[in-house]
């Protein structure tokens, strides 16, 4: 069945730090790819998403490239900022029918100090 | 605009007792709707998920039930809690047919 890895956290930056997380899936077809982010006490917030191949989401100076040969999608910020202090979800969504469902990763907890 | 709103935000139950946690959405018709649970140090899991008034699918096998009574309501229940049904608790919906689910603020179920 289809499924999300992601990097075990917590990870622990300084501000203005390059910031990775990295995520690969297992899927048949060519899903769609997301990633969510949680702050702290809250719900699931849409932060990017790409739905083919070497599609680049972007939003909040966040950025992922949808790679099918690598079937990777990792989350990158060129400098995270105390405020990018959460858990991030990698997400596939499989191309048709099963009712738009995703699988997560297990996220990963991304802490920004000053 | 679309909104979702799930309540209570925090829940403290003993075991055994009974459980009820609602999810409305506003702003859209025939949705698709989801019940995630989040349990400690732990990813999301799908429970359940409903294409249509009535119409429940089932993830994992468990301890909880849904419904959804009415276009826009989707119900998660329980009749006797177990200590493993602690976690957090998260409504979405998405547009029928293709779409990224759109998430509520989650309910935090403690069962003591």
């Known amino acids: 069945g289809d499924s999300v890895t992601q990097m075990e956290g917590p990870v622990t930056l300084s501000e203005e730090a390059f910031l990775t997380i990295n995520c690969t899936y297992t899927?048949?077809?060519?899903?769609?790819l997301f990633w969510y982010v949680q702050y702290p006490g809250e719900g699931l917030q849409l932060l990017l998403k790409a739905t083919k191949a070497d599609d680049k989401g972007s939003n909040k100076g966040f950025e992922a490239t949808y790679r099918k040969e690598t079937t990777s999608f990792h989350l990158e910020k060129g400098s995270v900022q105390v405020s990018d202090s959460a858990v991030y979800f990698c997400?596939?969504?499989?191309?048709?029918?099963?009712?738009?469902?995703?699988?997560f990763g297990t996220g990963t907890q991304l802490k920004v100090e000053l | 605009s679309q909104t979702i709103h799930q309540w209570p935000a925090t829940l403290v139950q003993p075991v055994g007792s009974p459980l009820s946690l609602e999810c409305t959405v506003e702003g859209t018709s025939n949705p698709n709707l989801y019940w995630y649970r989040q349990a400690a140090g732990r990813g999301l899991q799908l429970l359940f998920y409903s294409v249509g008034i009535g119409q429940i699918s089932s993830e994992v096998p468990q301890n909880l039930s849904a419904s959804r009574p009415q276009d826009r309501q989707f119900i998660l229940s329980s009749k006797k809690l177990l200590l493993s049904d602690s976690g957090f608790y998260l409504c979405?919906?998405?547009?029928?047919?293709?779409?990224?689910?759109?998430f509520g603020q989650g309910t935090r179920l403690t069962v003591v």
């Open positions: 997400a596939l969504q499989p191309p048709t029918g099963g009712g738009n469902k995703l699988t």
């Open positions: 899927a048949t077809g060519y899903p769609s």
């Open positions: 979405a919906w998405s547009v029928s047919g293709r779409g990224n689910p759109f």
